[in-house]
């Protein structure tokens, strides 16, 4: 005995495997198993490709909505020269720009190893500079021989909030549009 449930969900009842099996063919649709573990096992009289069609435009649609962020490596040294730096620099700008997290990372080579306050001067002056583009998620940190600091990029939020600031200048225009009337009126 089976417990049959049709395609909008009513209850069709109790029926033998095979009373169940002939009414799917009489109405043309499949006969699908969906509790096999409940006392009596419920089956669905439902078309199963127009069900597996559905489900898998839906899954298809929610991969459209993520976003994927991946993360992307910048590697500096201690003797970074300027030209190099903002070069580094405008690299994880635009990773930011299009989503992207950033690792820093500044590798320490021999004797280097001695003078780590450099790495995280170089390391501050990155942040600072890649500030309006991004923020740091994760502080300057030693993993062994380099130090390390992940950078994300600013929400779409605090973004319109910038755009925003502009339009609280309206009113100010508007006031200087009724001084010259004032003094028309004089």
Request: charged share 35%; glycine share 6%; proline share 4%.
């Amino acid at each position: 005995m089976l417990r049959v449930v049709g395609n909008d969900g009513e209850q069709l009842g109790m029926l033998t495997y095979a009373a169940a099996l002939d009414l799917a063919y009489e109405k043309g649709v499949d006969l699908v198993l969906i509790a096999p573990q409940a006392e009596p096992p419920v089956c669905r009289v439902m078309d199963y490709g127009k069900f597996r069609f559905e489900r898998d435009k839906k899954e298809k649609e929610a991969r459209k909505k993520q976003q994927i962020v991946d993360i992307k490596e910048i590697q500096l040294t201690c003797r970074i020269d300027t030209n190099d730096f903002n070069t580094k620099l405008s690299h994880a700008k635009r990773f930011l720009s299009g989503g992207d997290k950033v690792k820093v990372i500044v590798k320490f080579k021999g004797r280097q190893m001695a003078h780590q306050e450099i790495g995280r001067e170089l390391l501050a002056k990155f942040e600072e500079a890649c500030a309006e583009h991004g923020t740091v998620e994760k502080r300057p940190v030693l993993e062994g021989r380099a130090m390390s600091m992940m950078v994300i990029p600013l929400k779409a939020s605090a973004k319109k909030a910038k755009e925003e600031k502009p339009k609280d200048e309206k009113p100010a225009a508007e006031n200087k549009d009724q001084a010259p009337e004032q003094n028309s009126a004089q």
